[in-house]
């Protein structure tokens, strides 16, 4: 059973640093494109980030220069570098493969930014 289960998300403030990690199992990170999405709530979910099974790496125009995806494929471990943050990151942060299954969305983390 595939199951992703996301952590580090809380409150900080603007300009401010977070890491979101990313904890899969029944899947292997190494061989398979991992995303990271967030839904504030009322708005469509956004992908934000993608890492390729060959660690190419992709993202969202809002967060290119300021977030960065990485995997240990050792740990089966995906993690979102956030810098620079900004009130409109806030946000529940999911991650799940690419492209997305349903039945694999987590709880997500949340990440609230304040100004």
């Known amino acids: 059973q595939v199951q992703f289960v996301e952590s580090g998300g809380r409150s900080v403030q603007a300009g401010g640093s977070l890491r979101l990690s990313c904890a899969a199992a029944g899947i292997t990170v190494s061989i398979k494109a991992i995303d990271w999405y967030r839904q504030d709530p009322g708005k469509e979910r956004e992908l934000v980030a993608v890492i390729s099974s060959g660690g190419r790496t992709d993202y969202a125009g809002s967060v290119k220069g300021r977030f960065t995806i990485s995997a240990d494929n050792a740990k089966n471990m995906v993690y979102l570098q956030m810098n620079s943050l900004k009130p409109e990151d806030t946000a529940v942060y999911y991650c799940?493969?690419?492209?997305?299954?349903?039945?694999?969305w987590g709880k997500g983390t949340l990440v609230t930014v304040s100004s």
């Open positions: 799940n493969r690419d492209p997305a299954i349903e039945a694999y």
